[in-house]
C-alpha cells in the first residue's frame, strides 16, 4: 500500500486549500480513508474520514470548514479546507485505518 498527500503550502488566515491523496496497491473502492494532522511538537491527530460509501466524520476541530471527497476510478481522495486558522498548521498525512502506511505527508501552513 502507497499512499501520497499533495497541494500543502502556505496560505493566510481565511484562506482556502485542497489537499489529495493518491492511493495505490489496495482496493481503493472499500476502504476508508482517514486524513491525520501533526502539528509542530504534537501527536499525529485525526481531523477527518470518509467511509467507501461517501460517508465522511470530522472533528470539531474543522467541522464547518472542512470537506471531503473521493474518486474511486481515479484511486484519488481529497480534503477541501475553507476558513482555514492558524491552528490548522500542520502536517496533513492521509491514511487507511489497519494498514501501516503513511506517505510522507503534505505540509500547511497557516499565517495570521
Known amino acids: 500500500v502507497q499512499l501520497q498527500a499533495s497541494g500543502g503550502g502556505t496560505v493566510q488566515a481565511g484562506g482556502s486549500l485542497r489537499l489529495s491523496c493518491k492511493a495505490s496497491?489496495?482496493?481503493?473502492?472499500?476502504?476508508?480513508m482517514d486524513w491525520y494532522r501533526q502539528a509542530p511538537g504534537k501527536q499525529r491527530d485525526l481531523v477527518a474520514n470518509i467511509t467507501s460509501s461517501g460517508n465522511t466524520n470530522f472533528d470539531d476541530s474543522v467541522k464547518g470548514r472542512f470537506t471531503l471527497s473521493r474518486d474511486n476510478a481515479r484511486r484519488m481522495a481529497y480534503l477541501q479546507m475553507n476558513s482555514l486558522k492558524p491552528e490548522d498548521t500542520g502536517v496533513y498525512y492521509c491514511?487507511?485505518?489497519?494498514?501501516?502506511?503513511w506517505g510522507q505527508g503534505t505540509q500547511l501552513t497557516v499565517s495570521s
Open positions: 491514511h487507511f485505518p489497519g494498514y501501516n502506511a
Open positions: 496497491g489496495i482496493n481503493f473502492r472499500i476502504v476508508t
